[in-house]
């Protein structure tokens, strides 16, 4: 399976973006990840089919992960965007089943894709 993630930009603090992420193929969950600066990949948002999106808390309320399963398209729209949502964004994916508490794991997804810069100004 291979990402294609695209939709990063620079943005003013409390504007919107909207990423998204085409898959080649059908995988069972999608997750976003990002890494800022001198700071490890972390966990974002996540969607396992039969599931509801999970999110951390630093983006809950504002970010909103959907699929369409049909196009093998995964999006984060991101609203109320902070200087500190600065970083590179990269999709993630699973083809094989996990259960919920791991899908916060960067190391169950198999396949990422190349990362979008996300740049919030204050």
């Known amino acids: 399976v291979q990402l294609q993630a695209c939709g990063g930009g620079m943005v003013q603090a409390g504007g919107s973006l909207r990423l998204s992420c085409a898959a080649s193929g059908r995988t069972s969950t999608m997750a976003w990840f990002r890494q800022a600066p001198g700071q490890e990949r972390e966990f974002v948002a996540a969607?396992?089919?039969?599931?509801?999106?999970s999110y951390a808390e630093s983006v809950k309320g504002r970010f909103t992960f959907s699929r369409d399963n049909a196009q093998n398209m995964a999006y984060l729209q991101m609203t109320s965007l902070k200087p500190e949502d600065t970083a590179v964004y990269y999709c993630?994916?699973?083809?094989?089943?996990?259960?919920?508490?791991?899908?916060?794991?960067?190391?169950?997804?198999?396949?990422w894709g190349q990362g979008t810069e996300v740049t919030v100004s204050s």
């Open positions: 993630a994916a699973r083809v094989n089943r996990i259960v919920d508490t791991y899908v916060r794991n960067a190391k169950v997804y198999d396949y």
């Open positions: 969607w396992k089919s039969g599931s509801n999106a």
